[in-house]
Each structure stands twice: as structure tokens, then as C-alpha cells.
């Protein structure tokens, strides 16, 4: 076994998710606006290590993915963050993409940025504590998008940013993101992400990239938030299982869903179903953003010191993932 693959299973191993805490400053602005809260480095580090803080990083958390700001921020508990989130035994990570900008010749759609001195910033990162990282790559439906060269140009991105990774000694999370957005079918999501997912595995292949040292983030297969036609989460599930069939490669040993926009119990379900007709040898589990913080940020935003009550509902949501990372969740339990 690589160190890289003992650091992916142990990222993933045991119903464990990944709490995408990396919202970028921009991201985190703006989530904290909605809920009347001063956009501060001191509010955005209370916020997230209040989370860090919860009694379920420990046995529910396999991972924390963080921003540049909050890497280099020391708790008000007195430990670095790396260091606050390693003692829970989960693994710091480091989102290393700069943003997706305007993709030169085919302007509505994007390219991620983030190569140059990439390989000088993970060296700062690794010794800061991270041992994986992330890289988003994000892709609209439309009558003509994704083009070849959206796909072509971010996948072959995502592999340079992965062997630079690897060969820092970190995992790379690979996050192909086609958006929820649109009136597209589920079917046309189904054809356009499995298309997207496998260009990028063939990248992957050229870049020499060990597989086995790969986590995969991708969207489930949806129909767009404009559609008339909405698919029941059972379809959801089939869909997205058949699409990572024929796109990953066996060597990868886990799959981690971002939610993408669902609500925090769809995308619970549908992780859930997904886990109890999960025919594959992949771990297939959760890196959510928003569907494990939404609920929390709202209370803690009406009195940001009610520490111990942020962290039951941020508890209880980590709890159902990682039920559903196992198959295990039930709607009885949600709402207990
Ligand atoms: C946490 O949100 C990330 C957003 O980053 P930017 O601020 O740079 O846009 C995002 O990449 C996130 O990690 C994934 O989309 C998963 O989050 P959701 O909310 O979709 O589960």
C-alpha cells in the first residue's frame, strides 16, 4: 500500500466524509451576508473552528478541506488549525486552485487557474500540516456546453495540479463539477459528467498519476434546478452509480459527493441510496460544503456564542452522512 493510498483510505475509511470547509473569502462573504454577519477573519475563524471543535470530528470527520486564510490561523483554543483539526484524527487539506476565469475563446464557460508556483505553495502547505488538497474544475449544461475544450483544458489542468500534488506528498482531490444549473434532463447530466469524468482520468493516466492516491469528487447525476423533469432519488442513485462505472478507473479507492446545492437531507438520501446499491469496490462517500453547514451557520448566526448548540446541529449532520456513507441512515433517525 503507497503512503498516498494509506492517506486516501484513511480520509475515507469507516463511514468517514469530508467537511469542505474551503469557501473562499469571496464564497464566504457572501454566505455570511445572507445571515447578517460581519464578513471578519475573526467571525469566518469563530465560525469554522467551532465546527472544528465538535464532538463529531472525531469519529465522523476523515477530513477537513480549509482556505489559504484559515490554514495559517491559530484557534481561539490556542492551537494552529492544522494541529486543532489532526488531534481530532482527522486529516487537514488545503483547497490550492485559485478560481475558475473565463475561458478564452469560448467565454460562458471556465478554466480553472492555480499551476503557476503551484509547486512552491504545497511545499508551504505540507509544512503547515496538509496532507491532501483540492482543486475544483466547474462545468455548465447547455445546448453546446460543456465544449471539448472545457473539458479537454480543465481535465488536463486537474492532472498537472495531481502530479505536482503526488509528487509533494499529499492526495489530490480531483473535482470535476458539472453544475446543477439549467433545464437539462438527468440524462443529458448523466451523458455530460460521465463524459467529463473520464477525459479527466485519461489525463490522470498520461501525468502518470498513481490512482490509487486519488480522491474523486464529483457531482450525482441530477436533473438541472430548472427542469420540469425531476427524477426520484432512487434514479438519482442508479444514475450516478452507472456513470462512475464506466468513468473511474478501479484503482481509485473512493468517491466523495459534493451536494452540489441539494438540500442537507437530499443530499443525505441520496448518499444513502447510493451506499445500499453500491456494487462497486469504491468507498463511496461525502465532501460536502453547504449541506453540512447551512443549517449550523444559520443558528450560530443568531448568537455566535452558543457554541455548544452549533456544534449539536452541526453534530447531527455529520452523524446522518456518515450513516449514509455506510447505508446505514433512516428517516426515522434524521428526525430524532
Ligand atoms: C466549500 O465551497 C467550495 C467553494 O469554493 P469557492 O469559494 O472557491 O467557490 C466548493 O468548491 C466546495 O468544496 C464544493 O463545491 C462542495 O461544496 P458543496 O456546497 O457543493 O457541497
Not at 478554466?111 to 509547486?119: A, C, F, K, P, Q
Amino acid at each position: 500500500m503507497s503512503e498516498l493510498n494509506k492517506i486516501a483510505l484513511k480520509i475515507l475509511s469507516n463511514g468517514k466524509g469530508i467537511l469542505a470547509a474551503d469557501e473562499s473569502n469571496g464564497t464566504m462573504t457572501k454566505r455570511l451576508d445572507k445571515v447578517n454577519i460581519k464578513s471578519s477573519p475573526e467571525n469566518r475563524l469563530l465560525f469554522r473552528e467551532t465546527l472544528f471543535a465538535s464532538n463529531s470530528m472525531k469519529d465522523c470527520i476523515g477530513g477537513v478541506i480549509l482556505f489559504d486564510e484559515t490554514i495559517n490561523q491559530t484557534s481561539n483554543y490556542g492551537k494552529t488549525i492544522p494541529a486543532m483539526i489532526s488531534e481530532t484524527g482527522a486529516v487537514p487539506g488545503i483547497k490550492v486552485d485559485t478560481g475558475a476565469k473565463d475561458l478564452a475563446n469560448s467565454l460562458d464557460e471556465k478554466i480553472t487557474e492555480g499551476l503557476d508556483g503551484l509547486r512552491e505553495r504545497l511545499k508551504k502547505y505540507y509544512e503547515l500540516g496538509a496532507r491532501f488538497t483540492k482543486w475544483r474544475g466547474v462545468y455548465s449544461i447547455g445546448e453546446k456546453y460543456p465544449s471539448e475544450l472545457a473539458i479537454n483544458s480543465n481535465a488536463h489542468a486537474l492532472a498537472r495540479y495531481s502530479a505536482l500534488v503526488q509528487e509533494s506528498g499529499m492526495v489530490p482531490i480531483v473535482e470535476p463539477e458539472v453544475l446543477m444549473d439549467g433545464e437539462h434532463s438527468a440524462e443529458e447530466c448523466l451523458i455530460k459528467t460521465s463524459e467529463v469524468i473520464k477525459k479527466c482520468f485519461e489525463e490522470l493516466i498520461i501525468h502518470k498519476i498513481d490512482l490509487t492516491g486519488v480522491i474523486l469528487k464529483p457531482n450525482m447525476i441530477l436533473a438541472g434546478t430548472k427542469s420540469k423533469n425531476k427524477i426520484h432519488n432512487e434514479e438519482v442513485a442508479s444514475k450516478t452509480l452507472e456513470c462512475l462505472k464506466k468513468s473511474v478507473p478501479n484503482e481509485v479507492p473512493g468517491i466523495a459527493f459534493l451536494s452540489g446545492g441539494q438540500s442537507e437531507v437530499e443530499a443525505t438520501e441520496n448518499l444513502n441510496i447510493i451506499n445500499r446499491n453500491n456494487d462497486t469496490n469504491f468507498i463511496m462517500t461525502y465532501s460536502y460544503g453547504r449541506a453540512l453547514q447551512q443549517s449550523a451557520l444559520k443558528f450560530w448566526s443568531k448568537d455566535i456564542k452558543d457554541i455548544k448548540g452549533t456544534q449539536n446541529i452541526f453534530n447531527h449532520r455529520a452523524k446522518m452522512n456518515t450513516l449514509a456513507a455506510q447505508g446505514k441512515w433512516s428517516n426515522e433517525l434524521e428526525n430524532k
